[in-house]
């Protein structure tokens, strides 16, 4: 198994501020995925990053792939309060088994 | 709406009680997926069918057994389980492998164990 490491664990900010979230490994991955859970709910993919470099954005969520494939940032701009949930990235290694890291929890308060 | 559905939502049994999640993907996937997600922990891989046949198991305990009778419909039949198996159980589906990465998760069942 291969360990992903997400930071900060928790962040609390208020609406219209700009936040980044860290996805980091020791470990390449052929690609990276961006998850958002809500309470109650399940994960719902918002992205996946395949070329090292490589930066897809998503309305104010910039996703970008580190140049070694190892590591990923989510950076989200103005942030609103329904950006609120659990951030989660996910590393495919085997093929089958997508590697989750603990994920971020993001609170926006208005 | 993610295409992928759950049922029950929630659970509630008792530790020599047996009941069956169920998990049914509308997208035309051909592999499915059981995940188990706890309080600071990340999600664990239970189990992996593709084309209906069992391709991989997670050291899951025995007291965890699942039933992939189609691509569309997939159950986790769950006996004499323990407190420490309370979790919200999540089911996923993907096209068959290798491109298993794009994985769509249904909103889950939260079960407690009493």
């Known amino acids: 198994t291969q360990l992903l490491e997400q930071s900060p664990q928790f962040l609390s900010i208020q609406e219209g501020e700009n936040l980044t979230v860290y996805c980091n490994s020791s470990s390449v991955f052929s690609s990276l995925q961006w998850y958002r859970q809500e309470p109650g709910e399940g994960p719902v993919l918002l992205v996946t990053v395949v070329t090292g470099g490589e930066v897809k954005k998503l309305k104010r969520l910039t996703f970008q792939f580190g140049d070694a494939r190892k590591d990923s940032s989510l950076h989200i701009t103005a942030a609103q309060p329904g950006d609120t949930g659990l951030y989660l990235c996910?590393?495919?290694?085997?093929?089958?088994?997508?590697?989750f890291g603990k994920g971020t929890s993001l609170l926006v308060t208005p | 709406e993610t295409g992928v559905t759950q049922t029950p939502r929630h659970l509630v049994m008792g530790m020599t009680n047996k009941k069956s999640l169920k998990c049914e993907q509308h997208l035309g996937h051909n592999a499915m997926y059981w995940y188990k997600q706890s309080a600071k922990k990340p999600l664990e891989l239970m189990f992996v069918y593709s084309l209906e046949e069992r391709v991989e198991n997670n050291s899951v305990p025995s007291r965890f057994s699942p039933e992939c009778p189609n691509s569309s419909h997939l159950f986790l039949h769950l006996h004499t389980l323990q407190p420490e198996d309370s979790a919200l159980y999540l089911c996923a589906s993907s096209q068959a492998a290798p491109s298993a990465y794009e994985q769509y998760f249904g909103p889950g069942t939260r079960l407690t164990v009493t």
């Open positions: 996910a590393g495919v290694d085997s093929g089958y088994a997508l590697n």
